[in-house]
């Protein structure tokens, strides 16, 4: 899978360095803004998988740029871990009403950040992390990465098992072609949209290659889905 890409909004150099340190050493893509100005003008370039922000920043507040993103669709889906040195029980409130999906007090441990972190991960791209995911009699084990239909081996090349990867990780949700070039191809890597038509083909021969239903909906100018 591509590496999950993580923005670290923090206007204190020594604690925004440490914190890069370490989920570098965990394998994760890591940038970094020093103001709240500057991670707005990244986040609508290039969305993150995942974001740190600290509450109190030079102009724009961490606080009002999580109510941005929770309000703006493109992306509300995007994980919000809010970093604050205000610990009282009204703050968290606060922070996590106006859309945080966890809340860390400073002083922290970086080994519980780097938890909190990968249990984002595993909420919102399972197999990531590792995570063995599970569709009707399809079993796709990110960590081996081993597919199987009906306990039978299915053999698939790389971007068909980050396909697959995506569209289990949230079945249902209709993807278009723009959406799964960014997630199994990358952001930085150019590819005519029609190597997803392809690419989808080759996996749903596949899936299909002893038989069963084919369980990729093509939905009519939107995009693909599983299920």
Partial sequence: MPTPSILVVEDEPAQREIICYNLE???FDVRQ????DEALLQIKEVPPDLILLDW????????E????????????????????AK????????????????????????IELMARVKSQFRRTRPAAVGERLEYD????DAETHRVTRADEDIKLGPTEFRLLS????????????EQLLDRVWGRDIYVDTRTVDVHIG????ALTVRGGVDPIRTVRGAGYALG
Avoid at 65 to 84: D, E, F, G, H, W
Wanted: charged share 30%.
């Fill in 65 to 84: 740029i999580c109510r941005q993103l929770k309000m703006t669709a493109a992306t509300r889906a995007i994980p919000v871990i809010m970093l604050s």
């Fill in 56 to 63: 109190m920043l030079p102009g724009v507040s961490g606080i």
């Fill in 202 to 205: 080759r996996l749903r021969k």
């Fill in 25 to 27: 050493a965990e394998g």
């Fill in 137 to 140: 009699d399809i079993v796709l």
């Fill in 166 to 177: 995506t569209f289990m990780e949230k079945p249902g949700r209709v993807w278009s072609r």
């Fill in 87 to 110: 610990s009282e029980e009204v703050d968290k409130v606060r922070g996590l009403e106006t859309g945080a999906d966890d809340y860390v007090t400073k002083p922290y441990s970086v």
């Fill in 33 to 36: 803004a020093e103001t709240g």
